[in-house]
């Protein structure tokens, strides 16, 4: 125990000088929101070292109220993928991966969820588990009720109150469980409403809980944290109020929102946010996530990343192909998981090698030809009349320094290739070559720039390199 805290120390000190000389380049706030003297603290908390957590102002401290900073990570539905809650596993975040935040994610009403069709004293078993794993390995744990298409919380307000009731009770003495009352609020759920459940659920924590942590959900799926920064709920301590976003989304409009709400007074805690686009899928964005990472630290906001699991989906941190419930190494880890251990460990990873990791997993090919750079990934592929069809999708990347204003590509296949779709583009079959010149609407790729969607469909084989 005394070792592992020794050595997070060290790692974290590192980690903080170097974002703290980056976030105060670019942003003089970070004074406004705390104390930069106690930077080698913000993020090596942990419960046995901060203790219980308390809000002050805008900012999570410790008990001591020095602020600090949790980062880590969020489960996928525990209902789900509960092999993931295990000791070892969280371990690894913990020592390895200089996580201090584990985010439990129960859903609500999605498949067997808790308030539809899932087994109840299952799925609070799995949290207590979840618990129990976290504060065995000195780490703050969210025990998140994770409404989604049940998008108003007080659908399910009674078996709320009687959750929470049970969890406020069982962890009235603990020191590291933070309470989020709903995931995110959405479609017609107004913040009224929000407010509406929240005055309900508080209460029912804080008769056993004075002082734990409490994060509000806001409506829009976590985006409007502007309305609650202009109605806050008043007469309770210690709430926080979740932002959620999806870096290949949500941009520099909802990191403004971020920014205007602290500066407002309110507490923020980002509670989920995914690195790829907003349906827990698709291409990363690795620039807006490392724009995202320096705002965030740069105000000393906390955060905890979708998702821990090895569904095949790109917010998943494991590999589709792994099977491993703990000790994951390099090659188990999807893209998103390299950059989420890069990240913690105080390194943001360079866009260019994840988006490499990307394409290995994609199964992506890229070939030069003549200063462009052709990146070709299988979207799709099945069988038709005994035979092997592929859907091909290209992008097109000029490298040189000087504009293209016409490009044309040859790729060669393994064999004689026959063509039955192409678009973006005009198509050639010759033997085992296919040629592809531009349309005249997608012609120009100026220096630097990229060309992307050209795609087509044939049979006799995969393109060789
Ligand atoms: C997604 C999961 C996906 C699952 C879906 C519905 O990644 O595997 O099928 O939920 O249950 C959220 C939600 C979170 C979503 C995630 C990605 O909080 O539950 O997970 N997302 O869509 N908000 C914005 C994005």
């Known amino acids: 125990m005394k070792k592992r805290t020794k050595l997070t120390v060290c790692a974290a000190a590192l980690i903080v000088g170097s974002l703290f000389a980056k976030g105060m380049q670019s942003k003089g706030q970070a004074a406004d929101h705390r104390d930069l003297s106690d930077a080698d603290k913000v993020q090596t908390a942990s419960p046995s070292v901060t203790g219980a957590l308390h809000v002050e102002g805008t900012q999570l401290c410790g008990s001591d109220g020095k602020p600090v900073q949790l980062r880590g990570i969020s489960t996928h539905g525990i209902g789900w993928f509960p092999d993931y809650i295990n000791e070892e596993c969280f371990a690894q975040f913990r020592n390895e991966w200089n996580a201090n935040l584990i985010r439990l994610a129960m859903y609500t009403a999605e498949n067997a969820g808790y308030c539809t069709d899932g087994d109840k004293e299952y799925l609070k078993s799995l949290v207590r588990r979840g618990v129990e794993c976290a504060t065995q390995n000195d780490m703050y744990v969210i025990i998140d009720w994770h409404i989604l298409s049940d998008n108003n919380p007080n659908d399910h307000v009674e078996e709320a109150k009687a959750f929470f009731e049970e969890m406020s009770s069982a962890y009235a003495d603990a020191d590291n469980v933070i309470y989020e009352i709903c995931n995110e609020p959405n479609g017609s759920a107004s913040w009224q409403d929000v407010k509406d459940y929240a005055g309900q659920i508080i209460p029912v924590i804080r008769s056993h809980e004075k002082d734990a942590v409490i994060i509000v959900g806001t409506p829009n799926w976590c985006q409007f944290v502007d309305q609650a920064a202009a109605d806050p709920i008043t007469g309770y301590d210690n709430l926080m109020y979740a932002l959620h976003f999806y870096a290949a989304t949500h941009k520099e409009d909802l990191r403004a929102r971020m920014g205007a709400a602290v500066d407002a007074g309110l507490p923020v805690f980002v509670s989920e946010y995914g690195i790829c686009d907003a349906s827990g899928n698709g291409a990363l964005d690795i620039e807006q996530a490392n724009a995202w990472v320096d705002a965030m630290n740069a105000r000393g906001i906390s955060y905890a990343m979708w998702n821990l699991s090895n569904k095949d989906e790109s917010s998943s941190i494991l590999k589709a192909s792994c099977t491993k419930t703990s000790g994951f190494e390099t090659e188990d880890l999807n893209p998103g998981g390299q950059w989420l251990r890069g990240m913690l460990k105080g390194e943001l990873p ?19 030809q003549d200063g462009i750079e052709i990146t070709a990934v299988v979207k799709n592929s099945w069988e038709a009349e005994g035979q092997k069809v592929y859907q091909y999708d290209l992008t097109l990347k000029n490298t040189g320094a000087s504009d293209v204003e016409q490009w044309a590509v040859d790729l060669t296949f393994d064999g004689a290739v026959k063509l039955s779709d192409g678009w ?29 969607d050209i795609g087509f469909i044939v049979s006799g084989g995969t393109i060789s390199m």
């Open 424 to 452: 973006n583009g005009d198509y050639t079959a010759d033997g085992t070559s296919l040629h592809i010149t531009s349309k005249d609407y997608n012609g120009k790729i100026p220096a630097g720039g990229s060309v992307i």
């Open 350 to 368: 360079d866009p260019e090698q994840i988006r490499e990791a990307e394409k290995e997993v994609s199964g992506a090919l890229t070939l030069m």
